[in-house]
């Protein structure tokens, strides 16, 4: 999803805005990486998300439990507890490689009763630049004003031929992966949407 589609999603009816009148959303895109594990030092598949600043208020619930969040523009990482747990090279102030190069772990956070637990994430812009992805993202979470507000976002889509992409809500997105997941899907009167690519 080019950048320009993401603007015509934050111009969508029914996306919550902040004090300052921007559009709550975050763009975010995702890769996959290896990683060995603890137990057996047998190597599989990890998941590296790239996100801005607005990715944490997205997910209900996070908090950063030791550390801080990575600066913009560098070669840091937070990673998810059950990365720590499971996988070698992801502890606090440790360097570990993806491809060609090198991260630096600076923060764990948690996101209890989700997947995001098990991710690792970094600055978009570094990711994208890194991964040769351009300004494309995968996806774009918005918070809505109401759950009535979803099939407002959907009727916009549907009207712009330039949109592309298939809208679904947070619930149904992760229905597939774990039943505990259905609780984020409303947060207080906001619900948080996924806006992906037709092909996720």
Sequence with gaps: MPSSAVRLLEE???????????????????????????????????????????????????????????????????????????????????????????WKVVGIFEVPGTVFDSEVWADLPVVQTLFNRGATVAAVRARLESPAALQQVKDYVASEPRLQVEVKSEKEHFASEAESLETIAVFGWALSITLALGAL
């Design 12 to 102: 969508a009816p029914g996306i919550q805005r902040d004090a300052a009148g921007k559009p709550v959303v975050s763009p975010e895109t995702y890769f996959v990486v290896n990683a060995v594990r603890r137990a057996g030092g047998g190597e599989t598949n990890l998941s590296l998300r790239g996100v801005t600043g607005a990715a944490a208020g997205m997910r209900p619930g996070f908090v950063i439990t030791e550390g801080r969040m990575f600066e913009p523009g560098t070669n840091e990482l937070v990673v998810g507890a059950g990365v720590v747990r499971e996988f070698e090279g992801f502890d606090l102030g440790g360097v570990t490689q993806f491809s060609a190069t090198k």
